[in-house]
């Protein structure tokens, strides 16, 4: 079994953070999921979520301080992921995000993020997230 290292981003605004959905076909076809990608071998992590986000959703980010790290086996894919959850905020002359190479997207509030929506990967970050959420006024 090999591991993938994926970067992934919280980004939030407005006490909402954006979620994508992954696309029919997919590991994990029709999740929501914190919108990023695989780290390709040598890419610097960061680097790689801007790079995601662009071509994902059409947005320009600054990639921020890391929020939580997950290590998960996904027996039935035969593969690991090494999760690495950034913060990250859109640029002011960002584009809004669309959904370029994800099934949907949307903006959820605290109380919108079941678990069961999500990989199993993301529950510690989900917990987080509804909190930090939560305490946004
Ligand atoms: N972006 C993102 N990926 C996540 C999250 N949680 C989680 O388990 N993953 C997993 C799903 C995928 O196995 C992997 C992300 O890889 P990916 O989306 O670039 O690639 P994939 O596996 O769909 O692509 P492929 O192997 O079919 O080429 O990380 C999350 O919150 N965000």
């Known amino acids: 079994m090999h591991t993938v290292i994926v970067a992934a981003a919280v980004l939030i605004e407005g006490r909402r953070v954006l979620l994508t959905q992954r696309k029919a076909g997919a590991h994990l076809a029709g999740s929501w999921e914190f919108p990023g990608g695989k780290v390709e ?19 320009v980010v600054r990639i921020g301080e890391i929020v939580d790290v997950t290590f998960h086996r996904y027996d039935d894919a035969n593969k690991a992921v090494l999760l690495l959850f950034y913060d990250a905020e859109r640029t002011t002359d960002s584009p809004d995000p669309s959904a370029i190479d994800v099934a949907a997207l949307r903006w959820a509030t605290a109380d919108e993020l079941e678990s069961a929506d999500f990989p199993p990967a993301d529950v510690a970050i989900l917990a987080k997230v509804r909190h930090r959420l939560s305490c946004l006024v």
């Open 41 to 59: 071998p040598g890419e610097d992590p960061k680097a790689a979520l801007a790079r995601e986000l662009a071509e994902e959703v059409g947005i």
